[in-house]
């Protein structure tokens, strides 16, 4: 069974910063890529940024030079730095794996963590 459990997220002020934490628990064999989705009330679910486990990096264009994405393979965390918060910002962040390879099925699969709010107040 794979887990996705997404922490950091919370209250705070325009031009403020927070970090994201998620871990992906389980017999975890391999995994292609984490990353963060958001979703804001009346929109769809976007990339924010993701990084591949070669450490390839994507972001989406609102978000360059403010967000950074990290990770840490040998634990399956995904990081998000994110600076300089605008009201914008404001969304259910989610955690995403994907081609995640369990050690019960071998077939590469996608898993999504419950998600965190973020709220940026202004």
Not at 69 to 78: E, L
Not at 97 to 117: C, K, M, N, V
């Amino acid at each position: 069974q794979v887990q996705l459990v997404e922490s950091g997220g919370g209250l705070v002020q325009v031009g403020g910063s927070l970090r994201l934490s998620c871990r992906a628990s389980g017999q975890i064999l391999n995994v292609g890529a984490m990353g963060w989705y958001r979703q804001a009330p009346g929109d769809q679910r976007a990339l924010v940024a993701k990084i591949s486990n070669t450490g390839t990096t994507e972001y989406t264009y609102s978000v360059k030079g403010r967000f950074t994405v990290s990770h840490d393979n040998t634990k399956n965390m995904v990081f998000l730095q994110m600076n300089s918060l605008k009201a914008e910002d404001t969304a259910v962040y989610y955690c995403k794996a994907e081609r995640l390879i369990h050690s019960t099925d071998p077939f590469p699969r996608d898993y999504w963590g419950q998600g965190t709010q973020v709220t940026v107040s202004s």
